[in-house]
């Protein structure tokens, strides 16, 4: 399972990584980085990650 | 003594025989000496020399390091050792850092059956390491150039038998069987001569994966079976009559170090690297970090008026941007500008949002 980040608090950025909630390890959006590659191949199977804390 | 040619001044090429067996080449009269003594050897070809400068394409081929901790690990995709991955497909498996090894080695990686498992089609659980297309690019493979390359190690099995081991491209859709024999509790130095392969899609020079070893299968389906001995259009990673010690023998343990993946066509020495050396080839891939707090290094950014955060940069840059874990590493908190989590990753760096806690260790992972 996996959990997105919300903006930044102060620049309102877009996150730049997802967490995986088993482990609490931050993804980076990299698509050389196999954590990542594994998030989108979760997604693709048609899993939705949990949305950011605080979002509506 | 020995029979001598020999280059002089006065009479050139000066040849003067005898019947010791030995041959003594000489230069300058006599000044300059190289002597082939009467005894058996190899002389390295030129394609070996040529490979003197990073001669063994596997890291942590002896199985020094590991970073991880020396806890066995059972798990798919799991590293006993640094670079040095466990598959565990249908099988129970622990792998471990051993201090068993051959002479001339210190460690080892030892892999247990803790209980046996029906065979299944899909089997294929094995140690193995990815090597990064940077590494393996000027090997030519999938070119008319394609450089043949030599695979060694030390095995040891509790079980006598027939074993197979392979060399894959990434996708999984080159295969090179190789399968050798070990005697029961017997270390045994194998080696393998594998011309390199012309067709199929290999990774160049970029940072993904140039090519899988696997010294050992542990299990192998029928669905990733094939013949030894030449390259296979697939994913064939054992014969049929080879030894899984994961289907056969509950206990059965197997030990593997000295892993070499050279160019040329034979297997030389292992090619032992500084400590410091191998270590950080081992940190592109995965590093750690000792925490923030009690002294610990970082470096300081404050962000507008009110966020700082703690830039952890890597001893080493790594392979992509890695995953950061560590046990105090959550989510940005939206609701505190001086949050704890990971901001954002580079190759060389991780800044943490600081709220001024300490931080417990964090590792960054960058494995292929």
Redesign the interface.
């Given at each position: 399972m996996y959990?997105l980040?919300?903006?930044?608090?102060?620049t309102n950025e877009k996150?730049?990584?997802v967490?995986?909630t088993n482990?609490?390890?931050?993804?980076?959006f990299?698509p050389?980085?196999?954590?990542?590659q594994a998030y989108l191949k979760w997604v693709a199977e048609g899993n939705t990650p949990l949305p950011?804390?605080?979002a509506e | 003594m020995a029979s001598i040619i020999s280059a002089t001044t006065t009479s050139g090429l000066v040849n003067t025989a005898d019947n010791s067996g030995d041959l003594q080449f000489q230069t300058q009269n006599g000044a300059n000496t190289i002597t082939l003594p009467n005894s058996s050897g190899t002389l390295a070809t030129t394609a070996n020399l040529s490979g003197l400068g990073f001669k063994n394409r596997v890291i942590n081929g002896a199985m020094v390091i590991a970073q991880r901790g020396t806890s066995a690990v059972t798990t798919d995709a799991s590293f006993p050792v640094d670079r040095f991955q466990l598959q565990v497909v249908n099988a129970n498996l622990s792998a471990v850092q051993s201090s068993t090894a051959p002479a001339g080695f210190n460690f080892s990686t030892a892999i247990t059956v803790t209980s046996t498992t029906s065979s299944g089609s899909n089997d294929r659980s094995s140690l193995f390491q990815f090597i990064e297309g940077f590494n393996t690019a000027d090997l030519g493979f999938g070119t008319a150039n394609a450089k043949t390359v030599s695979v060694s190690f030390w095995a040891r099995s509790t079980v006598a038998g027939t074993y197979s081991g392979n060399l894959s491209n990434a996708g999984g859709t080159r295969t090179y069987i190789f399968t050798y024999t070990l005697a029961a509790n017997t270390w045994t130095y194998v080696t393998a001569t594998i011309a390199g392969d012309t067709g199929g899609t290999w990774v160049g020079a970029t940072?993904?994966i140039g090519l899988a070893v696997r010294p050992i299968m542990l299990n192998c389906g029928s669905s990733f079976q094939g013949t030894a001995g030449s390259w296979i259009a697939g994913d064939a990673r054992g014969t049929s009559g080879s030894t899984y010690l994961a289907t056969t023998n509950s206990g059965a343990v197997v030990n593997i170090t000295g892993v070499q993946l050279e160019v040329g066509s034979t297997a030389t020495s292992f090619d032992y690297r500084p400590y410091g050396t191998e270590l950080q080839l081992c940190q592109r891939y995965y590093q750690t970090y000792p925490g923030i707090g009690n002294g610990n290094r970082a470096i300081w950014s404050g962000?507008?008026a009110?966020?700082n955060y703690a830039y952890w940069i890597f001893k080493t840059s790594m392979?992509?941007?890695?995953?950061?874990?560590?046990?105090t590493?959550?989510?940005?908190?939206?609701?505190?500008?001086e949050?704890v989590?990971?901001?954002?990753?580079g190759s060389n760096y991780a800044a943490f949002g600081y709220n001024g806690s300490s931080y417990g260790q964090a590792t960054a992972?960058?494995?292929?």
């Amino acid at each position: 399972m996996y959990k997105l980040q919300p903006n930044h608090p102060i620049t309102n950025e877009k996150p730049q990584s997802v967490i995986r909630t088993n482990d609490g390890a931050c993804i980076p959006f990299d698509p050389a980085n196999t954590d990542y590659q594994a998030y989108l191949k979760w997604v693709a199977e048609g899993n939705t990650p949990l949305p950011a804390e605080g979002a509506e | 003594m020995a029979s001598i040619i020999s280059a002089t001044t006065t009479s050139g090429l000066v040849n003067t025989a005898d019947n010791s067996g030995d041959l003594q080449f000489q230069t300058q009269n006599g000044a300059n000496t190289i002597t082939l003594p009467n005894s058996s050897g190899t002389l390295a070809t030129t394609a070996n020399l040529s490979g003197l400068g990073f001669k063994n394409r596997v890291i942590n081929g002896a199985m020094v390091i590991a970073q991880r901790g020396t806890s066995a690990v059972t798990t798919d995709a799991s590293f006993p050792v640094d670079r040095f991955q466990l598959q565990v497909v249908n099988a129970n498996l622990s792998a471990v850092q051993s201090s068993t090894a051959p002479a001339g080695f210190n460690f080892s990686t030892a892999i247990t059956v803790t209980s046996t498992t029906s065979s299944g089609s899909n089997d294929r659980s094995s140690l193995f390491q990815f090597i990064e297309g940077f590494n393996t690019a000027d090997l030519g493979f999938g070119t008319a150039n394609a450089k043949t390359v030599s695979v060694s190690f030390w095995a040891r099995s509790t079980v006598a038998g027939t074993y197979s081991g392979n060399l894959s491209n990434a996708g999984g859709t080159r295969t090179y069987i190789f399968t050798y024999t070990l005697a029961a509790n017997t270390w045994t130095y194998v080696t393998a001569t594998i011309a390199g392969d012309t067709g199929g899609t290999w990774v160049g020079a970029t940072n993904a994966i140039g090519l899988a070893v696997r010294p050992i299968m542990l299990n192998c389906g029928s669905s990733f079976q094939g013949t030894a001995g030449s390259w296979i259009a697939g994913d064939a990673r054992g014969t049929s009559g080879s030894t899984y010690l994961a289907t056969t023998n509950s206990g059965a343990v197997v030990n593997i170090t000295g892993v070499q993946l050279e160019v040329g066509s034979t297997a030389t020495s292992f090619d032992y690297r500084p400590y410091g050396t191998e270590l950080q080839l081992c940190q592109r891939y995965y590093q750690t970090y000792p925490g923030i707090g009690n002294g610990n290094r970082a470096i300081w950014s404050g962000y507008g008026a009110v966020a700082n955060y703690a830039y952890w940069i890597f001893k080493t840059s790594m392979r992509t941007s890695p995953t950061i874990a560590g046990a105090t590493l959550g989510t940005v908190d939206p609701s505190s500008p001086e949050a704890v989590g990971v901001y954002s990753t580079g190759s060389n760096y991780a800044a943490f949002g600081y709220n001024g806690s300490s931080y417990g260790q964090a590792t960054a992972t960058a494995e292929l």
